[in-house]
């Protein structure tokens, strides 16, 4: 079955600029997260969702960042204004639900460079 | 292969040796863990996991073994090939979730296999 996909797969934007990122979970997983990876560094946790439950947003790191999803299925990450520092990999991840033994299975990530 | 600082650490292993990447977890509480893999321009991909009721399990090639009285967790790769070379990250999720979902991730370490 298809994966987590993510698009764009590239996105360069000039600073100040808005930007979308769109993440599709497998079909049939309730919860969804967005992470940031910076060059050569780990996964930085920014949110997820979990069916009809409210996100949690904690670790979202300025209110530029957003993010939605439709019922069970695509979620956008929404960065406001962007700044050099947003400039990084975004990555998706989906699993059937949140909480117990869950594997989360991530999507290939859009890589954004903020000019 | 403890991560630390900003930047990942680095095992360089030769071809067909056996390679041995740690991870120190921080919770007694968790009950599953997880090994991913990352190759460089995307995103990470489940190697193998283990339920805190064992201490060992063998997939192909890779074996991860879990020492919970130091918290403790290794992935053993054997015979080490050009194609094990990426990031490799541990996870553990803690019993009862909370936030960053179900999963928290370590910082990675970065396997350089030399022919």
């Known amino acids: 079955g298809a994966g987590v996909s993510q698009s764009p797969s590239n996105k360069v934007t000039e600073k100040g600029k808005d930007v979308e990122l769109r993440c599709d979970p497998i079909s049939g997983h309730t919860a969804l997260y967005w992470y940031r990876q910076r060059l050569g560094q780990g996964l930085e946790f920014l949110i997820y969702?979990?069916?009809?439950?409210?996100?949690?947003k904690s670790g979202l790191p300025s209110d530029r960042f957003s993010a939605e999803r439709t019922g069970e299925s695509v979620s956008t990450l929404t960065i406001q204004r962007t700044q050099q520092e947003d400039s990084a990999v975004y990555l998706c991840?989906?699993?059937?639900?949140?909480?117990?033994?869950?594997?989360?299975?991530f999507g290939p990530g859009t890589r954004l460079t903020v000019l | 292969g403890e991560s630390v600082g900003l930047h990942l650490p680095t095992l360089s292993v030769q071809e067909g040796d056996n390679s041995i990447i740690n991870c120190a977890y921080s919770?007694?509480?968790?009950?599953?863990f997880i090994w991913y893999k990352q190759e460089s321009g995307k995103g990470p991909q489940f190697i193998i996991d283990i339920r805190s009721n064992m201490d060992k399990r063998q997939g192909q090639r890779v074996t991860v073994l879990l020492n919970k009285t130091v918290k403790h967790l290794s992935l053993q790769i054997a015979a080490t090939q050009p194609g094990d070379s990426a990031v490799y990250f541990c996870a553990e999720n803690i019993r009862g979730g909370g936030s960053q979902g179900n999963l928290i991730f370590g910082k990675g370490t970065k396997l350089s296999v030399k022919p």
């Open positions: 919770n007694s509480a968790s009950d599953y």
């Open positions: 991840a989906s699993s059937k639900r949140a909480g117990g033994v869950n594997t989360q299975y």
């Open positions: 969702f979990q069916g009809n439950s409210a996100p949690d």
